[in-house]
Every structure is written in structure tokens, then in C-alpha cells.
């Protein structure tokens, strides 16, 4: 078709002048081609939706008749829909596939930011209770500590108790052993008295056995 047209326009363009002429057109031309090939063609472009332009629509019925090509031009039309309409799906297709991949993508960067922060949530609440498990260390060993010293310390009061009562009981022997002091100091007191008693009865004794004499 396009040979055709080319032909044409050289036709023209070879001598302008002939316009002028009742008989420029030539009535008939013959163009020669590939029967096969030309089919070939034809349904290519019938294929590719080409076909059916509304040109030279009698040279196209014409060209299907010899060539022995069957086309329907409304089913082809819905094809054509058919196809558009595929094309549309494809396209929004692509276009969901795309808000899908952002989605996705925000998705993943949410659950990534979702991550770190409950990475950074569980390591502060480590932190804290490395802390607490510090303090509870410390306050252990400062219980223990006072264990200790309350041990110590009650120790400490039952041996001053016993320190007490030694005190008490030394002072009480003290006084005790001040007291036999005492009691010898008397008895030794006595035992003299006793003996010079004894002297002055028997000097006694003697004067009267003198006087008896």
C-alpha cells in the first residue's frame, strides 16, 4: 500500500504539469508481488491491529478476496478491546506491583524501625536490671554485714554480761574474803583473850592456892 502511494506521489512530482490533463491517472496499474509473502503480510498486520485503518477500503476487500485471507473486522474489534483492555489490566497491574514493592518496602522499614526499637527497649530494661541485680548484690552483702554485726553485738552484750556478773562476784568475794578478814582478826582477837583469860585464871588459881596455904 505504501509502494502504491510512493508510486503515486513520483507519478506527480515527475511532471506537475499533467494535472492540467483529463487523462494524468493512469486507469489501471499493475503491481506485481509475492502472492505468499504478501499474505504473509497482510496477516501480520491484521494481527498487530494494523489492518484496518478505512483506507482504500475496496483495495483491502479486494486484496483479502484474491488472497484468500478471511477477516472480520467487528471480531477483530474485539479483539483490538479485548487487547486494550488487556493492556489497561497490564498496566494497572504493573502499577498495583509497583505500590505493592513500596508497601513492601515501607513495611520492612517499618518493621525494621519497630525492631530497633524494641532492641533498644530490651537492652535499657538489661541495663536496668544488671542495675537492680547490683543494688540486690550490694544490699545482700550490707545485710549480711549486718548479720554480723548484730552478732557481734549480742556477743558483745553477753560478754559484757559475763563481764557483769564476774564483776559482781569478784566484788562479792572481795567483800567475802574482807569479811573472814575480819572474822580472823576477831577469832585471833578472841583466841588472845582467851589465852590471857586462861593466864589470869590460873595466876588465880595459884594466888588462891597460896592463901590457902
Not at 490533463?21 to 498487530?48: C, G, M, N, S
Not at 564476774?166 to 568475794?173: D, G, Y
Request: proline fraction near 1%; charged fraction near 45%.
Amino acid at each position: 500500500m505504501n509502494l502504491l502511494i510512493g508510486l503515486l506521489n513520483n507519478a506527480i512530482e515527475e511532471d506537475n504539469n499533467r494535472r492540467r490533463w483529463q487523462t494524468w491517472f493512469p486507469e489501471v496499474i499493475h503491481y506485481y508481488a509475492d502472492a505468499d509473502k504478501t499474505r504473509v503480510e497482510i496477516e501480520r498486520l491484521i494481527e498487530e491491529g494494523e489492518w484496518d485503518n478505512k483506507e482504500f477500503i475496496k483495495i483491502q476487500e479486494k486484496l483479502l478476496e484474491e488472497l484468500q485471507i478471511k477477516h472480520n473486522p467487528i471480531d477483530n474489534k474485539i479483539v483490538l478491546e479485548k487487547l486494550s483492555a488487556l493492556e489497561k489490566l497490564e498496566t494497572s497491574y504493573h502499577e498495583k506491583l509497583e505500590k505493592l514493592d513500596k508497601l513492601e518496602t515501607i513495611e520492612k522499614s517499618w518493621k525494621l524501625d519497630k525492631l530497633e526499637t524494641l532492641e533498644k527497649f530490651y537492652y535499657e530494661k538489661l541495663e536496668k536490671l544488671e542495675k537492680l541485680e547490683t543494688l540486690e548484690k550490694t544490699y545482700y552483702e550490707k545485710l549480711e554485714k549486718l548479720e554480723k554485726l548484730e552478732t557481734l553485738e549480742k556477743s558483745y552484750c553477753e560478754k559484757s554480761e559475763k563481764s557483769d556478773k564476774l564483776e559482781i562476784l569478784e566484788k562479792s568475794h572481795c567483800e567475802i574474803l574482807e569479811k573472814l578478814n575480819k572474822l580472823e582478826t576477831l577469832e585471833k582477837s578472841y583466841c588472845e583473850k582467851l589465852d590471857k583469860l586462861e593466864k589470869l585464871n590460873k595466876i588465880e588459881k595459884l594466888l588462891e592456892e597460896m592463901h590457902s596455904k
